[in-house]
Structures are given as C-alpha cells and as structure tokens.
C-alpha cells in the first residue's frame, strides 16, 4: 500500500513532508491541491519521518497541511518503439500531445503517457518457447523508422528466465503481453511490447564495458583531426554565450557517425530550443535522405520551464540513450547545457540548506557530473554485438571563465575538451574551438605525428603574431613571417568550415585525410619570397582557392583541376624550385 503524508513546508519547489508507512530516496509522490490538481513530485531526502520532495512543477497554491501521496514507484521513463522522432520533457511528456490538449500554455498537473496506447507495432519473434533467457535479452523485433526495434525480456528480471510462452507475429499495442516468462523461483513474468525503468539507475545488461577506441567521425575537421572524439568516449564545449556551441552540437548531430541522436535541452533559452524544433523536422538525413527526425529523440526543457526538471532532464536523456545501447546501436546524447543543469542542483542544494561548495554549488558537484558522464562507454551485450553511447555535454561559463566549478568538474572526468573562444568567435571562424587550449586523449583518424607539427606550427604562428604586435613586421625575419602565414592559412583553409555551405558544413573522414596530407605538404614545403608583400599576397591567393577547393564535390573534375591550380602556385615559391 502506498504511502501517505501531509505537507509541513513549502520552499519554493521544495517541500517538506510528515509521512506514514516507508518512503524511499527517489520515489515519486503527488502533491494535492485544494482545487484536486496533483503536482509531480520526486523524494530527494529522508530524515526519520520527515521527507524533502522536489515538486516538478509551479508550487503556487501549495501550503501546510496539504496530502501527499505516494507512489512506490521511483522516478522512471517508459521505454519502448515510438520513442524517435518525439519531442518530450524532463518527465518525458510528449510535449506535441500535451499542446494539443492545453494549448500554447501547458497545465499545472497535466501528464501524459510517453508511449502511445493504441498504436499497434508489427512484432516479429525471435525466442522460442523453451529458450532460457536472462534481463535484456531479445525477445523479438518490430520495426521502428530505419531500425529493427529489440524488445527485450524486462531489465528488472534478476536471474535467467524459462520461455514459456511466446505470441506469434501480428500486430500489438505496447501493452499487449507478448510473451510470458518463468524464473528460477517458479514465478511467471510477463513481458511486454514497452518496460520501464528508473533514471537514477544504469541500465547494465551486457555483457562487458570495452575500452572506446574506434573514433566516432563527427566531419568536422578540427575535431576529427585535431581533438577526436571515440565511440563511446566523453567530450565537452565549453564557451560563452554566442560563441557557437549550440550550432556546433546542431552539425555534429546530422553528420556525425551515430545511428541514435538524443538531444537533451536541460536550461537552455527557449529561443534557441524553439530553433532546434523548427529546423530539425525539415532537415534532411545525410545518411537515409528521410527526415534527421527519424533518428533523432528531443528532450526539452527550457531555462523558463520549472528548475528541478532540469534535472530529471539529464537523467531521462541517459536512460533513453543506454535503453538503444542494448540493442547494438551506436548513440550520441548532446546536453545543452550543463551549467544549466548545475545551476538547478546548486538552487536545491541551497534550499535543502546543505554546507555549499565553491561559488554556492553542492560538494558533491564533481560526484554528480562523474556518475552522469560515466553512464556513457562500449559494452559488448550478451549475444556479441557492440552498442555505444557516446556523450558530449556543452558548458556555460559565466563569462566564459573556464576556471569555475562547473567546467573544471567536466574536465576531470571527460576524454576530450573543444574549449570555444570568445576573440575566434568575435572573428568570424567556426567552429571557434581553440585549437591550442583544447585537448583529447582519444586516437583520430590522422597520423598523430603529423597533427602534432601542425599544431607546432599554429603555435609558432601564434607566437610570432604576438611579437609582431610589438615590433611589426619591419622587426621580423622572413622565415617568422612565412612561418605565421602558414599557421594562418592552416588556420583558415582546414579548422574553419562554412556550417551553411552543402559541402564544407561536413568533411567525411576520407576527405579529411586525403586534404590534411595536401595541406600538410604545404606546410613543410620550404617557400622563399623577395619582400613581405609577395608573401602575404601568395597566401592570401593561396587560402582562396583553397577555399574553393574545400567547397566542390570530392575527386570531382574541378577538385582536380583545383588542386593542380594550388601545388602549380606553391612550386613556383618552393625553395631551390
């Protein structure tokens, strides 16, 4: 029998709640108002008979002496075919179907099933009866867009089950049973086409965690190349406002090489979320040619939206992203942004009145960030095959000081920094990732020697720009000058991409490899020039058609002749030509 409780005080989404009968951390209550609305809430913390609840929504309305009902449930997502191409909440409301019954202004106490009841799915077995199966293990197939959608003997089931029953194929409903399981106890289980499962707990039914090692191509040269991102691994970007992170993470969810992408809008303005949901249904799917929507799940909550959602947010974004790890798909869930999502757990820490950390945020901030981000890795499942979920999480800085909490928690436990800079931005170059602060620890796609003599030479053209803020160019060797014009045309023709151009917005990995080996020639071809004109005048020419080049079709007839047209103008520079 569920719970009950009355409430003693309210703190803005916070409240706290005299109860009778056992409550557990992370179980879900409904809060009651007068006029009968219940308010969704989530237990955060347990003090002998008193308990502190999140509210999910606006308390207005709420007071002492209020019911509290709870549910015996944790706080869980329900998973199953029908879940991409949606649009959900933090609390995985869809919120398309919410509108249609609210209107533009959404209701207090108002929820909706995440899956739809009588949608029917074409399911296909794969079990026989008999078979002996354990937690996450195929029980069939239905298709769902471009994919096989697993359905899976339920993840709660603790020891191996017997198949005693399974439906034929046809049509069912996701509350249909379709197959009934017996465990080693002699207790039947009944699996459905839909499960479901709480956020705050990994989803773990595989068979072994692998190292990432395999890169996951984003066609995004600077990553790609210089700070590359593996399937499975952790990356963040950093920056301040306006400097293209939400772009960044736009492009890299249409070309990078993913089956699943999960967008997780946890704080972010309501503009830029309104954005995503206006440009994503009209883009085009590089890899089907369908709708990017297909392959693409939206979880939204916006910085005008109740904070503690934000949380859940996250939460929900990781659950449904490891739900399609375990069936061999590779997946990239994008959080947007991070600070955001701190900036709620600082605001509840705050009310439960718990000793704060640096700059007011929870001590245990760094614990949070590194049980979320490790959520992420390769595992090999039970029947061999390999699923990924690959996260990359963006980050908020308050001025775009990297050194706060927030960003410097992110950095101890991730793989890979794409630190974006505000002076790259103010200039014009994307992606603004600043390619001498910036870092990975995974294996890209390029010889590593030779991306490290480009960046080499990117800092010596740094360096050699400093002095020349000083001392002018009169005051510099030509070798320094030729040295920074090749860092800057480095710089211009292969870091930067034109994210509105059908061509350079995305550099596939063959491409890249096949460009950064021309460039690279370039770089180490030892050039002479008469006077500090003639040289500044080649490059610039030089960058131009460079830039044409990247801008047609690879290996096409003008690529070609292109690229005839650039090392024809560099051997006539060369040294001793």
Known sequence: MASIGKITGVNGNLIRVAFEGAVAQNEVAYAKLPSGIQLKSEVIRIRGDYAELQVFEDTTGLKAGDDVEFTGDLLSVELGPGLLGQVFDGLQNPLPRLAEECGFFLQRGKYLCALERDTKWAFTPVAKVGDKLTAGDTLGTVPEGIFKHRIMVPFKVRSSVTVEKIMPAGNYTVEDVIAVLKDADGRTVEAKIMQTWPVKIPIKQYAERLFPSEPMVTQQRIIDTFFPVSRGGTYCIPGPFGAGKTVLQQLTSRYADVDIVILAACGERAGEVVETLREFPELNDP??????????????????????????????????????????????????????????????????????????????????????????????????????????????PAGGNFEEPVTQATLKVVGAFHGLSRERSDQRRFPAINPMDSWSKYEGIINAQKVQEARHILAMGIDVNQMMKVVGEEGTSMEDFVTYLKSEYLDSVYLQQDAYHEIDAACSGERQKYLFDKVYQILKTAMTFKEKENARGFFLKLTQITKDWNRVEFQSKEFKELEEQIFKSVAEVATNA
Do not use: H
Request: hydrophobic fraction near 40%; charge should be neutral.
């Open 287 to 396: 890899r089907t040619g369908k709708s990017l929507m297909e392959r693409t799940l939206i979880i939204c909550n916006t910085s005008s939206m109740p904070v503690a959602a934000r949380e859940a947010s996250v939460y929900t974004g990781v659950t449904l992203a490891e739900y399609y790890r375990q069936m061999g798909l590779n997946v990239l869930l994008l959080a947007d942004s991070t600070s955001r999502w701190a900036q709620a757990l600082r605001e509840m820490s705050g009310r439960l009145e718990e000793i704060p950390g640096e700059e007011a945020f929870p001590a245990y901030l760094e614990s949070v960030i590194a049980s979320f981000y490790e959520r992420g890795g390769v595992v090999r499942l039970k029947d061999g095959s390999i699923g990924s979920v690959t996260i990359g999480g963006s980050v908020s």
